[in-house]
């Protein structure tokens, strides 16, 4: 075949929208079984309805890996995130989240995510007992000091998003979880006879979580660790600022001797 020949047959298989590799609408059955973002969306929720979590999910990976610059990627990341938390896969949920916060930083979707990583993490953090045996300030608390901390990145980075006043409403819950466990780590070190530990954890509670409801409790466990250790006078100074502060209290725990 001479030269002229082959930009011949070149210039038809352009013209005709052919390829080697199949045109553009072979090529595009390929993709999606040649489903829309729309429609595989569309599909998707209608998996969600139907309670097929996991095919929904599949569904949603599809236009990730389809279309991945399509609005409707952008809304699948998180339908991925908020249905691995109905599934109670938390640890995949927040990875999404992570990714996605990375991946969009300052799209209007991104306080809603910022916010969904704290409610994940809050969600890992409980447990069907909490009403019935323990209280969860006993329990590892690493997840509710992580929801803590996304709910305050949240309100850091997006200071006027909608979710920010909620997450405001829920730091306080998180806080008083928090100063619990510090309170009761304190009273293992005041039973165990460790009372600089104890005073020093109480100091912790009253430092970090200043609003909590620990804080008489932690006023009154101080002083009773100044007791032990004969520091009389710090002891009168703390009960005079617990009675000043807080002149109903009366205590809400006890200590094993």
Do not use: W
Not at 85 to 110: A, G, H, V
Not at 156 to 183: I, Q, W
Not at 229 to 238: C, F, G, H, S, Y
């Amino acid at each position: 075949m001479n030269r002229h020949s082959i930009l011949t047959l070149a210039s038809v298989l352009l013209l005709s929208g052919c390829s080697f590799l199949g045109g553009d609408k072979d090529t595009k059955k390929l993709v999606a079984d040649g489903l829309t973002p729309k429609e595989l969306y569309e599909q998707a929720e209608d998996k969600v309805d139907s309670g097929m979590i996991e095919q929904a999910i599949d569904q949603y990976e599809m236009i990730l890996s389809s279309y991945p610059g399509s609005k409707y990627a952008i809304q699948a990341r998180l339908d991925i995130a908020y249905n691995l938390l109905k599934q109670k896969k938390y640890n995949r949920s927040i990875l999404e989240l992570d990714e996605f916060i990375e991946r969009y930083p300052d799209l209007p979707p991104t306080p809603y995510a910022y916010y969904l990583r704290g409610v994940v993490a809050e969600a890992k953090s409980s447990s069907i007992l909490d009403k019935l045996v323990t209280d969860s300030a006993q329990r590892d608390v690493e997840s509710v000091s992580s929801a803590y901390q996304y709910f305050v990145d949240l309100i850091e980075t997006f200071p006027n998003s909608k979710y920010s006043e909620d997450a405001k409403d829920k730091l306080v819950g998180l806080r008083n979880t928090l100063a619990r466990h510090e309170f009761y780590v304190a009273i293992y070190y005041t039973e165990i006879g460790s009372h600089i530990a104890a005073i020093n954890r109480t100091k912790f509670i009253i430092e970090n979580y200043p609003n909590s409801a620990s804080i008489p409790d932690g006023l009154h466990l101080m002083a009773y660790n100044y007791d032990k250790i004969n520091a009389e006078q710090l002891a009168i100074d703390t009960r005079k600022v617990l009675s000043l502060s807080y002149p109903n209290y009366s205590p809400g725990y006890s200590v094993k001797k």
